[in-house]
């Protein structure tokens, strides 16, 4: 951060500057207009944890994360008398909103 003086025409005014550490652009994140937790899932696959706190979604996104680990339970205790484990559901839903593969909700 730095203090300096901006000039335009004959007005002079003390501006701050701020300059990120890694200088990494800070893109802005384009939701549908009416998204759903999917939506907010797979912001871990395209954006940056410092993109999506500059979007202001970051509690949107912990607690979508948060509902997905609860219905994980859920499902398990349904499905436990199946034997299929929370690890087999996790990477079955995992799978499904990821699309690439990438292990990036959880």
Request: proline content about 1%; charged content about 30%.
């Amino acid at each position: 951060m730095g203090d300096d003086i901006m000039t335009v025409n004959e007005t002079t005014v003390d501006v701050v500057t701020w300059f990120f550490q890694d200088d990494s652009i800070l893109r802005s994140i384009d939701l549908p207009v009416n998204y759903d937790t999917v939506d907010i899932l797979r912001l871990s696959q395209k954006y940056t944890k410092e993109e999506i706190e500059f979007n202001k979604l970051t509690e949107e996104h912990r607690q979508a994360q948060n509902k997905l680990y609860e219905d994980i339970i859920k499902v398990r205790r349904i499905l436990k008398k199946y034997l299929i484990g929370e690890g087999d559901i996790t990477n079955f839903i995992i799978s499904n909103i990821n699309k690439t593969g990438k292990s990036a909700i959880l």
